[in-house]
């Protein structure tokens, strides 16, 4: 099995909107072939530092109809899709790493001005170039399942381990 993983920011004051997007897209998908189940998930216990109400998408596709399912959904509407056409934008992981945003003080030289001490908010650096203004994609991972144990199959693998 093969599980798509993606961590998404809504835009602000979206948030509501951008998980029922979500919600839409696995409904729409759900009978396709090649699909296997999915999740929507919402961040609650601030893991994510600056990155304010992280969602989560996770599906599982099988390996040898994935391309039957991506003909299929390439004319569907996607929350996840580029807004723009051409190249894909990439993914905005240095948010996730804190990289994007920074702390500081008023104690050192910089090249901007400083009204106090004061935290810019990762946040305010994402580019919400997804779904027409409705997510930030931070990250997308593809990967193999090699063990869930939401498939009872997958028990008896455990033992092994």
Same mark, same amino acid.
């Given at each position: 099995?093969?599980?798509?993983?993606? =961590?998404?920011?809504?835009?602000?004051?979206?948030?509501?909107?951008?998980?029922?997007?979500?919600?839409?897209?696995?409904?729409?998908?759900?009978?396709?072939?090649?699909?296997?189940?999915?999740?929507?998930?919402?961040?609650?216990?601030?893991?994510?530092?600056?990155?304010?109400?992280?969602?989560?998408?996770?599906?599982?596709?099988?390996?040898?109809?994935?391309?039957?399912?991506?003909?299929? /959904?390439?004319? =569907?509407?996607?929350?996840?899709?580029?807004?723009?056409?051409?190249? #894909?934008?990439?993914?905005?992981?240095?948010?996730?790493?804190?990289?994007?945003?920074?702390?500081?003080? &008023?104690?050192?030289?910089?090249?901007?001005?400083?009204?106090?001490?004061?935290?810019?908010? #990762?946040?305010?650096?994402?580019?919400?170039?997804?779904?027409?203004?409705?997510?930030?994609?931070?990250?997308?991972?593809?990967?193999? /399942?090699?063990?869930? /144990? &939401?498939?009872?199959?997958?028990?008896?693998? =455990?033992?092994?381990?």
């Amino acid at each position: 099995m093969h599980r798509h993983f993606f =961590l998404l920011v809504p835009a602000p004051a979206r948030e509501d909107e951008a998980a029922r997007a979500l919600s839409d897209w696995l409904a729409r998908v759900k009978d396709l072939p090649g699909f296997r189940g999915g999740a929507v998930l919402r961040e609650y216990a601030g893991e994510f530092g600056g990155l304010p109400n992280v969602l989560a998408l996770t599906y599982d596709l099988e390996p040898e109809r994935r391309h039957a399912f991506w003909d299929t /959904t390439s004319t =569907l509407p996607d929350p996840m899709r580029p807004d723009l056409p051409g190249p #894909i934008p990439p993914d905005q992981t240095a948010a996730l790493l804190g990289e994007a945003g920074h702390t500081h003080t &008023t104690d050192h030289e910089d090249d901007h001005d400083h009204a106090g001490d004061h935290v810019h908010d #990762i946040g305010e650096h994402l580019e919400f170039n997804r779904g027409g203004g409705l997510f930030a994609r931070v990250l997308h991972v593809h990967s193999e /399942t090699l063990v869930d /144990t &939401t498939r009872p199959a997958d028990y008896a693998a =455990l033992e092994r381990v």
